[in-house]
T-cell receptor
Framework: GESVGLHLPTLSVQEGDNSIINCAYS??????FIWYKQESGKGPQFIID?????DKRQGQRVTVLLNKTVKHLSLQIAATQPGDSAVYFC???????FGAGTRLTVKP | SQTIHQWPATLVQPVGSPLSLECTVE??????LYWYRQAAGRGLQLLFY??????ISSEVPQNLSASRPQDRQFILSSKKLLLSDSGFYLC??????????FGPGTRLTVT
């Protein structure tokens, strides 16, 4: 899609603060969503997923929120650490598209 | 456990030369396989995906092609590389249309 040609949006946070990364999707038939983390020079890795019958799912320091009404999901990272610095992508299971990604930078 | 291999890790090729990148998956049967390209500082662009041997779907028109000669082998090829083919190429597999597992990637520089 068009988003792959755009420079990644960036988010800069202070170590210890909470981070919120947002993602919008377009296909109302999507019923499974995943957040991936991509560190520099590596392939993306799974962080957390959520099915459409849920609004919220929590993992270790991460929470995903799903708002099906506005086709929006977010990834919340609690007490952000320098090791969280990476690019974060959302993906859905119908069109198999990845969002444009957000580059998270954690300042010590 | 399942593993995914990609090679080579880095590649520098002149414009007009051919390309062959290979991806193999171990520990699973009949996976969905994907090829993505990622330009520096950009998002993931799905190039090809395959749901079975010999079944390839192309997402964008380009001078690249893909083949799946075996169940767990996915090959990305080009007859003549362009400068615009430079990027980070990622192979991934999944069971159905759920979580994808990515390989380590190949960084291709076309000079």
């Amino acid at each position: 899609g068009e988003s792959v040609g755009l420079h990644l949006p960036t988010l800069s946070v202070q170590e210890g603060d909470n981070s919120i990364i947002n993602c919008a999707y377009s296909n109302s038939a999507s019923d499974y969503f995943i957040w991936y983390k991509q560190e520099s020079g590596k392939g993306p890795q799974f962080i957390i997923d959520i099915r459409s019958n849920m609004d919220k799912r929590q993992g270790q320091r991460v929470t995903v929120l799903l708002n099906k009404t506005v086709k929006h999901l977010s990834l919340q990272i609690a007490a952000t650490q320098p090791g969280d610095s990476a690019v974060y992508f959302c993906a859905e299971n119908v069109d198999m598209r990845f969002g444009a990604g957000t580059r998270l930078t954690v300042k010590p | 456990s399942q593993t995914i291999h990609q090679w080579p890790a880095t590649l520098v090729q002149p414009v007009g030369s051919p390309l062959s990148l290979e991806c193999t998956v171990e520990g699973t049967s009949n996976p969905n396989l994907y090829w993505y390209r990622q330009a520096a500082g950009r998002g993931l662009q799905l190039l090809f995906y395959s749901v079975g041997i010999g079944q390839i779907s192309s997402e964008v028109p380009q001078n690249l092609s893909a083949s799946r000669p075996q169940d767990r082998q996915f090959i990305l090829s080009s007859k003549k590389l362009l400068l615009s083919d430079s990027g980070f190429y990622l192979c991934a597999w999944s069971v159905g249309s759920y979580e994808q597992y990515f390989g380590p990637g190949t960084r291709l520089t076309v000079t």
